[in-house]
């Protein structure tokens, strides 16, 4: 299979995983995870992702009950919390910086997928509580907000990708 079919593979088949054996994930992976996510794009470049990674039992059951969603961390044995660093932002494009770490989590979950892990995205900002939830328990500096958390594990199961294609989405040349 050439590259161009391995990533769009690769993409067409990213998944959520929800379910995770008791298996480790290697320091080796994470650390490959975030430097995928550290390749994102970004506005002017500013780059202003941090990342918080955690491994570690207290944190994997704290993330339990963040929110109503995030029961996956039960099973999953690692995790990262993507942040955005507002000091890394410029006043007239400061929003931009939730475009940034968004596409930060998604080369998260494609790097996820490429190490045939599986993976979850859980949504935080702009919910003020869940984001409180962990500026409290990383006791983050001012300047840090929590964007999204991503479960990370060995899948349990093999899970199928859903078909999300929808011509009727597309629009040629105009609406």
Known sequence: MDKTAIVL????????????????????????IVKAAMSAPSALNLQPWEFIVF??????????????????????????????????????????WVQDCSASTQNILLAIEALKLGGVW??????EERCQKLIEYFNLPDNIVPFSVVAIGHTLKEEEPKNKWDEKKIHWNKW
């Open 122 to 127: 859980l949504g935080i900002y702009p919910i």
């Open 55 to 96: 491994d570690d039992e207290k944190t994997l059951e704290y993330m339990v009950d963040l929110h109503e969603y995030s029961k996956m961390f039960k099973t999953a044995q690692a995790g990262i919390v993507v942040c955005g660093n507002m000091d890394r932002t410029v006043e007239t494009y400061r929003q931009l």
């Open 9 to 32: 593979d690769n993409i067409i088949n990213r998944k959520s995983v929800r379910e995770f054996t008791q298996e480790k994930v290697s320091h080796t992976d994470l650390e490959l």
